[in-house]
Antibody, heavy 117, light 107 residues
């Protein structure tokens, strides 16, 4: 059974870069897409972007200029970088396996990232 | 971008009652619509995929229907553990989008 474990810095200052990693346990990166999704306080879910097992990416246009999603096949991990963060980027960030223009399952445990000066 | 509009935003329900949540897409998305349950301090969990296919391990009281632009999630005989926020999600086109959520409270 595939499980996702994620981690990264939880407190950032404005203009810093958000970096999170998601490790895939019990399965391979092959054959799937891997997504990042966030939930701002009191709001709904927002898809950030995805990367395929071959490294091709799709990003939400609302974040595209600041986002990069990377793959590390040697470690069975993928990562999210979001540059120039502001308070509006404060959210719980989730990684998830994306079955390729299909559903998300499973999800990581979530990481709260707070942006504050 | 495909916009998903869920209704209602909030529902307070007595145990054993039936709950119906709707999700309307801004354009035809076929059956590329999935439903999740999100409890506080947990990760979202997949309930229904492709409009009506129950995901493995999901209790049979959860069911989905619909195609095109109109979809429904039904919870038959609500149980206390079903208190959560429910989201629809479309995978028809990028950017992938979610509905605004429906919070279900147990009376």
């Amino acid at each position: 059974q595939v499980q996702l474990q994620q981690w990264g810095a939880g407190l950032l200052k404005p203009t810093e870069t958000l970096s999170l990693i998601c490790a895939v346990h019990g399965g391979s990166l092959d054959g799937f897409y891997w997504s990042w999704i966030r939930q701002s306080p009191g709001k709904g879910l927002e898809w950030i972007g995805e990367i395929s097992h071959s490294g091709s990416t799709n990003y939400n246009p609302s974040l595209k200029s600041r986002v990069s999603i990377l793959l590390d096949t040697s470690k069975n991990q993928f990562a999210l970088n979001l540059t120039s963060v502001t308070a509006a980027d404060t959210a719980v960030y989730y990684c998830a396996r994306d079955w390729g223009l299909s559903w998300f399952d499973p999800w990581g445990q979530g990481t709260l990232v707070t942006v504050s000066s | 971008e495909i916009v998903l509009t869920q209704s209602p935003d909030f529902q307070s329900v007595t145990p054993k009652e039936k709950v119906t949540i709707t999700c309307r897409a801004s354009q035809n998305i076929g059956v590329s619509l999935h439903w999740y349950q999100h409890k506080a301090d947990q990760s979202p969990k997949l309930l229904i995929k492709y409009g009506s296919q129950s995901f493995s391990g999901v209790p049979s009281r959860f069911s989905g229907s619909g195609s095109g632009t109109d979809f429904t999630l039904t919870i038959n005989s609500l149980e206390a553990e079903d208190a959560a926020t429910y989201y629809c999600h479309q995978s028809f086109s990028v950017p992938l989008t979610f509905g605004g959520g429906t919070k279900v409270e147990i009376k």
